[in-house]
């Protein structure tokens, strides 16, 4: 069982930055993949980016490399999704995810946390 609870998010003005938290419950993480998702109004959950949390390894969708970085917090269990250069289309509820063992690109996650909407204003 894995409880994820994310937080960070809000408003900007385009070209601006926010960094998504996703504090975990969990016996251990070791053995999952952690992830971020976002949905805009209408529109599919998409994948963002995720983390290995054992080996460190990072995805990302191809539109958001070098404008997004994951990283993680061992000690604090928390996973993170540095965002800058923001631009309206980013504008999404954001989610954090989990899933065991393997990582893809489907929001086929086993745990999901509540969510936390991004808004870009032009």
């Known amino acids: 069982q894995v409880q994820l609870v994310e937080s960070g998010g809000g408003s900007v003005q385009t070209g601006g930055s926010l960094r998504l938290s996703c504090a975990a419950s969990a016996r251990t993480l070791s053995n999952y993949v952690l992830g971020w998702f976002r949905q805009a109004p209408g529109k599919e959950r998409e994948f963002v980016a995720a983390i290995h949390w054992s080996s460190n390894n990072t995805y990302y969708t191809d539109s958001m490399k070098g404008r997004f970085t994951i990283s993680r917090d061992n000690a604090k269990n928390t996973v993170y999704l540095e965002m800058n250069n923001l631009k309206p289309e980013d504008t999404a509820v954001y989610y954090c995810?989990?899933?065991?063992?393997?990582?893809?690109?489907?929001?086929?996650?086993?745990?999901w946390g509540q969510g936390t909407q991004v808004t870009v204003s032009p």
């Open positions: 995810a989990a899933r065991y063992l393997i990582m893809v690109y489907t929001p086929t996650y086993d745990y």
